[in-house]
């Protein structure tokens, strides 16, 4: 089976091709155009957004198709982004989908974003399929989940307040650095001393056990908080330049800690030894590794950690149609009462303990 996909949840437009069955399958093409222009205003506009889209998606789709070196006559199935996202945004792509599905006869699904994310890695590498513990980390989301199998998503924790890529963005902003500021404070990090600045591990201490409720679970803001006083501390000092990469490295290891070492808890509730990063914060190689380092020591030689390639961690239509891929092959099809919508919980969550169905 050969698919389209389709993504417009945010600020990118993006279409692929997809072709294969089960877990075999390859990516034929990916087309991502970056909306820029949101960087002028430090945050996703979300009316200059669905213009933006309106005005991609066309020349998009054409050029993944061209790029897959196919027509749509080799296509069988559109998976489009249907949630959760900015509703404007979304409707591009659903009512896209919906339109050419329409005019040429073939199926349309609606995907949740998330779960593309979920599939992401598997498109560079297939090993990264269930069973595997998973730490989704973006500008919107913060999930640790247990996946025993696809479409079997146990939530396991999730961030009580900023998403671990909104914390970045906005330590980047404190800190006078370009939005999105995650990739710019990793940079800074690298030239930062481990240990000159520190903050406390949010939500991260010896006493938690499995069962309470702040075990699995993370929180940035107060992190955030602390980043900001130790910026003014620093201007009242007049030593911001010199401790600013001394900031973002303590920052950095601080929001990493905490993630790395729930991450390691989780697979060893569940006892696997496979972990899987996604989302566009899984771009940051001191994650990867911290994650990589604890699971060898802990989880044993035997585990390993698949991060996905930057342009299949960032927000893509790769994963969309690799997860459409999976749920058309099960039969699952949208009619044309395919909706956008802000929130909606993946398909197939269930939360911790309770049965799968
Ligand atoms: O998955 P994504 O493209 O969009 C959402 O669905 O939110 O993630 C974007 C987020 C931004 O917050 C960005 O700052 C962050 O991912 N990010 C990074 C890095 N690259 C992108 N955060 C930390 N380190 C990076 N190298
Ligand atoms: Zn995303």
């Known amino acids: 089976m050969r698919v389209l996909g389709i993504e417009s949840s945010c600020d990118e437009t993006s ?75 979304l409707l591009v792509g659903v009512s896209f989908a919906k339109a050419v599905g329409a005019a040429r006869g073939l199926p349309v699904l609606g995907v949740h974003h998330l779960e593309g994310h979920l599939f992401a890695t598997s498109l560079d590498d297939r090993a990264a399929a269930p069973p595997f513990t998973a730490l989704l980390v973006s500008g919107g989301h913060t999930m640790l989940l247990d996946v025993p199998a696809w479409s079997e998503y146990r939530l396991l924790g999730a961030t009580r307040d900023d998403a671990a890529g909104e914390a970045f963005d906005k330590v980047a902003k404190l800190l006078g650095l370009p939005y999105p500021g995650g990739r710019h404070i990793e940079a800074l990090a690298r030239d930062g001393a481990a240990g000159k600045v520190r903050f406390a591990r949010p939500m991260l201490h010896g006493g938690q056990r499995a069962g309470d409720a702040d075990y699995y679970d993370v929180s940035f803001s107060g992190l955030k908080t602390a980043v900001l006083h130790a910026v003014r501390d620093a201007e009242a000092r007049g030593t911001r330049d010199a401790d600013a990469a001394h900031i973002a490295r303590g920052f950095q290891d601080a929001l990493i800690e905490t993630l790395a070492a729930k991450t390691i808890r989780a697979a060893e509730a ?86 799968h169905p």
Do not use: K
Not at 24 to 39: K, N, P, R
Not at 290 to 308: C, D, F, M, N, T
């Open 270 to 355: 569940f006892g696997r030894t496979r972990i899987v990063l996604g989302g566009g914060v899984a771009c940051n190689r001191a994650l990867y590794e911290e994650i990589a380092r604890r699971a060898a020591a802990v989880l044993g030689a035997g585990s390993a950690v698949h991060a996905p390639s930057p342009r299949l961690a960032t927000d893509n239509a790769a994963m969309i149609a690799r997860a459409g891929l999976f749920r058309l092959e099960r039969g699952e099809r949208s009619g044309y009462d395919l909706n956008a919508y802000a929130a909606l919980p993946i398909p197939g969550l269930v939360a911790p303990g309770a049965a």
């Open 15 to 89: 279409a692929a091709v997809v072709s294969g069955t089960g877990d075999d399958a390859t990516l034929e093409s990916l087309t991502i155009l970056s909306q820029d222009v949101h960087a002028i205003f430090g945050g996703v506009v979300p009316e200059i957004a669905s213009r933006a889209h309106l005005t991609a998606i066309t020349p998009v789709v054409r050029h993944a198709l061209e790029q897959a070196g196919c027509a749509w006559t080799d296509i069988d199935a559109i998976a489009v982004t249907h949630a959760p996202g900015l509703v404007g945004a």
